[in-house]
């Protein structure tokens, strides 16, 4: 049974940083691609951040670019997701995803470009 369980989110000051984790079970190491998601109150799911299976690639918003990073450890089978520089808009629930076998150096940025989903984590940034 594949899992994901993120954990890190919670309230922080505008500037400040929260990293975000994302354990995966399930799964074989370097296998899958992964993604970060996020979605605000009254708004659609958007893509933030991928990284290849192999973590080769990456991939970000233009609205987290140089704020952001994703990275993987795939000994521990775990992302990340560094956020530094926070500001009120990226207030939302923040999902991880799992492509199993997705081409290796692909990072999707579409929803349906993912199987797998994690049950989110809330990161609110106060102004």
């Known amino acids: 049974q594949v899992q994901l369980v993120e954990s890190g989110g919670g309230l922080v000051q505008a500037g400040g940083s929260l990293r975000l984790s994302c354990a995966i079970s399930?799964?074989?190491?370097?296998?899958?691609?992964a993604g970060w998601f996020r979605q605000a109150p009254g708004k659609e799911r958007e893509f933030v951040a991928g990284?290849?299976?192999?973590?080769?690639?990456?991939s970000y918003a233009d609205s987290v670019k140089g704020r952001f990073t994703i990275s993987r450890d795939n000994a521990k089978n775990t992302v990340y997701l560094q956020m530094n520089s926070l500001s009120h808009e990226d207030t939302a629930v923040y999902y991880c995803?799992?492509?199993?076998?997705?081409?290796?150096?692909?990072?999707?940025?579409?929803?349906?470009?993912?199987?797998?989903w994690g049950q989110g984590t809330q990161v609110t940034v106060s102004s």
């Open positions: 995803a799992a492509a199993e076998y997705a081409p290796f150096f692909t990072v999707s940025k579409r929803t349906d470009g993912y199987g797998h």
């Open positions: 399930g799964l074989t190491f370097s296998a899958y691609a």
């Open positions: 990284i290849s299976r192999r973590g080769g690639s990456t």
